[in-house]
Structure formats: C-alpha cells, structure tokens
C-alpha cells in the first residue's frame, strides 16, 4: 500500500501467457525486434503484443511516467497481479490492473493442462458494457476451419476452439497481422498468426478457449 505498482520491464503483459508442447513453442508474444525505434519497439511492449485478454483496447497497468507522482501512481495503478499454482495441472492468474477502468473488476485467468488438452478459462468481474479483446500470437500458419482453428508442426496436428460467447473472431497472417512479425532474437523477425476474438458484453463474463493436441 506504501509503493505503487508499476510495470518492471515496461511490457504490458499482465495476464498474459506463452505455451510450449514438446519444446514447440504454441502460443507467443511478438517480442521487441528493435529498442531504439519507437515505432517497432514500441508495438512489442504493448497489449497488441501479447497473447492476452483486454478491456476497452486499453493497456492491463498504467504506463509510468516521469512527472507521474507516488500518490497518482498509488491511486491509479491498483493491486500487483497475483500468480498462484493451484493443483499440478493448474496455474492462476489474477489481474487487477483494469480495476482502473469504472466498472471493472479483477481479470482472472486460469491454464488447466492436462495430457492432449490445455484449458484457458478467462473471466472479468464488474457492472455494465465493455468492450472485450482476446489475442492467441502463433508462431505458424493458422486455418480457419468449422469449430476453430488449427495448424500442424512437425506432423502433428493443433486445434483451438474460441468461446462460443464471442460475436467476433478470425485469423489474421504475416502482413494481414496486428503485428504482421515477431522477434526472439534482437533485430530478427518472422511471420506469425494472430487469432482476434472480440465482443461487447455487459460484466461479470466469462469463456473458455480450448487448445487440443492430435498427435
């Protein structure tokens, strides 16, 4: 209660996740292909770069600032994000970053991974309408098939079935993308897939995205 919290590394990715399977890496943030851009650099530290849930298009914490006060720092920023192991299959995430935004609660989200599936349930506490964003980067080609998406690696095939309560998703690719590359090397980069969900809700809600191994 003494100290705001503020973002250590700058990146806006609180409640944000990367998955790995077999060494594969699955789910990704685009990373920082250049620091002194602002342009390029900027893109990877915010929300847009993360695989992550977002309310009203607006960033999980306030960006700290150097004429920011202690004390409008303290009274914006809120509560730090929690990170819990909750069972050997479970981790939880709770987010208190949007408790900023009227009408928002806490962002939880929690990863069940069990043996051929892994299970992203999201939910968001509050009252009234918001705007809700949901981003998947992979680092692959993705399709856009009847019940979800899906991509292979190495011959072995991935479903990821949305929530069935979104109004809006689709995929996009390389140039088509919200960042059309990513980077895991300083000044590399390569095409990935973003998966956009998007709907219009009124608080509390909650969904749940399934992402399926087919070996």
Not at 161 to 187: C, F, H, K, R, W
Request: proline share 3%.
């Amino acid at each position: 209660s003494c100290h705001p919290y503020t973002l250590g590394h700058a990146h806006q990715d609180s409640g944000g996740i990367v998955l790995f399977h077999k060494g594969r890496r699955i789910v990704i943030d685009t990373g920082r292909k250049r620091y002194l851009d602002v342009t390029q650099g900027g893109k990877g530290k915010e929300w847009f770069g993360h695989s992550m849930l977002v309310v009203d298009d607006i960033n999980p914490f306030v960006t700290s600032r150097g004429f920011y006060s202690s004390r409008y720092l303290i009274d914006i920023s809120k509560e730090a994000p929690v990170f819990c192991v909750e069972d050997d299959h479970t981790i939880v995430i709770k987010n208190h970053g949007y408790e900023r935004i009227r009408g928002v609660g806490c962002h939880q989200r929690s990863v069940c991974i069990q043996e051929k599936t892994i299970k992203i349930s999201d939910s968001v506490d509050g009252k009234g309408k918001h705007d809700l964003t949901i981003l998947f980067h992979l680092p692959y080609q993705v399709k856009k098939i009847a019940d979800g998406y899906e991509f292979i690696v190495e011959d072995e095939k991935y479903l990821i079935q949305i929530p069935n309560n979104v109004t809006y998703s689709n995929v996009m690719y390389g140039s088509e993308s919200l960042l059309s590359t990513a980077s895991d090397i300083y000044g590399s980069e390569y095409d990935i897939s973003t998966i956009v969900c998007k709907v219009s809700v009124y608080l509390p809600w909650k969904c749940e995205t399934v992402i399926r191994f087919e070996g």
